[in-house]
């Protein structure tokens, strides 16, 4: 087999490809064959090997580059499903329904000790603001009626004199005090108001903070 004949097998064996990839792949063997010269023509011949083999090869890597490459829409990943990671409702009822038994007097009790909590708060309170008020006005009620029951006493000098610096004793005690439980008042009353409110608030914060941390499980 010369030349002539391997080209012209070469380009029957091509006849599956298209006109310009035929005409395309028979210039690079011709031009091969040119750049061995006439005289290396069976060498290359024999490197080459049968033109169908070389065909063959040909028509398998027009096939690979001309391959569809499948759609995304087919290998686009499928959304997981979701999944419950928590108690099933069904069980959470039936525990719900075998709870009530005991959770009502559980309740009860509970609520029980919310009121008796708040009304020993409210009584140290109502004790604490009585002592804060009465007190102070008490002294500067016996100041007030010392002095003016002084005026009274004024055919006994001596007497007069010494109820009406009782009076006034009482009257600018009663201020020092009053001073003293308006300060102690600002102190003392905000973070005791506070304390009442989160004392009052935990069972709910804590209701709350449950119910969150069981939705963000059911997700």
């Not at 039936?94 to 009530?100: D, H, I, R, S």
């Not at 009626?145 to 055919?155: E, H």
């Amino acid at each position: 087999m010369n030349r002539t004949e391997y080209m012209a097998a070469l380009r029957r064996a091509l006849s599956a490809l298209p006109e310009e990839e035929r005409a395309s792949a028979l210039r690079y063997y011709e031009e091969y064959f040119d750049d061995a010269g006439p005289e290396n023509e069976q060498k290359v011949i024999a490197d080459l090997g049968a033109p169908e083999k070389v065909a063959e090869q040909i028509l398998a890597d027009y096939r690979e580059l001309t391959a569809v490459p499948p759609s995304s829409k087919d290998t686009a990943p499928q959304p997981k499903k979701r999944r419950w990671r928590g108690i099933s409702p069904l069980l959470l009822v039936v525990l719900v329904l075998l709870a009530l038994p005991l959770g009502i007097p559980l309740a009860g009790v509970l609520v029980g000790v919310i009121a008796t909590v708040f009304g020993v708060l409210l009584a140290v309170a109502l004790v604490a603001l009585a002592f804060i008020v009465i007190v102070p006005l008490g002294l500067l009620a016996a100041g007030v009626v010392l002095c003016g029951f002084s005026f009274t006493l004024w055919s006994i000098p001596a007497s007069a004199v010494m109820t009406l610096g009782c009076g006034l004793a009482l009257f600018a005690l009663g201020i020092l005090v009053s001073l003293l439980m308006i300060k102690l008042c600002i102190l003392f009353v905000p973070p005791l108001f506070r304390l009442l409110v989160s004392i009052l608030r935990w069972p709910f914060d804590k209701l709350r903070g449950r119910t969150r941390k069981n939705g963000g499980d059911a997700q």
